[in-house]
C-alpha cells in the first residue's frame, strides 16, 4: 500500500509559478512510474505529466508542454511539478498517482494503482 500527499496548491495570478509537491510513505517509492493528473470541475480527470522510476523519461500533456516540469527525489520519496506561466486554465484539483506495475511509463489514470488526494491549484485572471 502506499499513501500519497500532495502538497504546494493555492491561490495564484495568471504568469505566476508553482512546484507542487508529492510524498510517498512506501519504501519501494524509488521503483514506482510516477504521474500528474489534474481535474476541472465538470471535466474529466486528465493527464498532466509523467516520470519513469529511474527518471530518465519524462512525458508532458501537449497543453503544459513547455511550461512544466516533473522531477523525483528518491531519496526524500519526493516528485514535484514545477508549473510556470500559469493560466486560468490551468485551474483544477491537481493529483499525484503510482504505478507500480513497472510496465511503460503511463499516461492515462487507468494505469495508476495509487493515488492521493489532491491539492487545488487556482489562477486568476
Known amino acids: 500500500q502506499v499513501q500519497l500527499v500532495e502538497s504546494g496548491g493555492g491561490l495564484v495570478q495568471a504568469g505566476d509559478s508553482l512546484r507542487l509537491s508529492c510524498a510517498a510513505s512506501s519504501r519501494t517509492f524509488s521503483s514506482y512510474h510516477l504521474g500528474w493528473f489534474r481535474q476541472a470541475p465538470g471535466k474529466e480527470r486528465e493527464f498532466v505529466a509523467s516520470?519513469?522510476?529511474?527518471?530518465?523519461?519524462?512525458y508532458y500533456a501537449n497543453s503544459v508542454k513547455g511550461r512544466c516540469t516533473i522531477s523525483r527525489d528518491n531519496a526524500k520519496n519526493t516528485v514535484y511539478l514545477r508549473m510556470n506561466s500559469l493560466t486560468p486554465e490551468d485551474t483544477a484539483v491537481y493529483y499525484c498517482?503510482?504505478?507500480?506495475?513497472?510496465?511503460?511509463?503511463?499516461?492515462?489514470?487507468?494505469?495508476?494503482?495509487?493515488w492521493g488526494q489532491g491539492t487545488q491549484v487556482t489562477v486568476s485572471s
Open positions: 516520470i519513469s522510476w529511474t527518471g530518465g523519461i519524462t
Open positions: 498517482a503510482a504505478d507500480s506495475t513497472i510496465a511503460t511509463v503511463g499516461v492515462s489514470p487507468s494505469e495508476y494503482d495509487y
